[in-house]
């Protein structure tokens, strides 16, 4: 979990919510892990905001920080990983939507391999018995 989704507004947090439902959905299966992160994920993000817009198209003028940005790619990365089958269909809706950031590429190559670690860390939490 990232601490920077406490730095989120309300308003954020649903945009993020509604596109981490939609990478989910991207590759027409939803794991079971991915299906407990977006549990996971609700409970943590869900309030009362309503989006009346694209979640996609409000990206650019609503994470506008540095730490409002890693929370955003750093989720929507985290979730291809979580089954371990990257789809076509995920890649180019996250890559797509980082476009819109206008981030140097090496961080975007750093957030992606933070992420793939945080995905396998999720995956064992969720395996681990006692």
């Given at each position: 979990m990232s601490i920077a989704y406490f730095l989120l507004s309300p308003r954020q947090k649903a945009i993020l919510l509604a596109l981490v439902k939609e990478v989910t959905i991207a590759d027409g299966h939803v794991s079971s892990y991915e299906g407990k992160y977006l549990l996971f994920l609700n409970e943590l993000l869900s309030n009362d905001i309503t989006l009346n817009?694209?979640?996609?198209?409000?990206?650019?003028?609503?994470?506008?920080?540095?730490?409002?940005?890693?929370?955003?790619?750093?989720?929507?990365?985290?979730?291809?990983?979580?089954?371990?089958?990257?789809?076509?269909?995920?890649?180019?809706?996250?890559?797509?939507?980082?476009?819109?950031?206008?981030?140097?590429?090496?961080?975007?190559?750093?957030m992606l391999l933070w992420a793939q670690r945080q995905a396998l860390q999720i995956t064992e939490a969720l395996d681990f018995k006692l």
């Open positions: 817009e694209d979640p996609y198209n409000l990206v650019t003028s609503e994470f506008t920080s540095a730490e409002h940005k890693f929370a955003l790619i750093t989720t929507l990365f985290i979730v291809p990983f979580l089954d371990n089958q990257v789809h076509p269909q995920e890649v180019k809706f996250i890559k797509d939507l980082v476009a819109q950031l206008n981030l140097p590429e090496e961080k975007i190559k750093q």
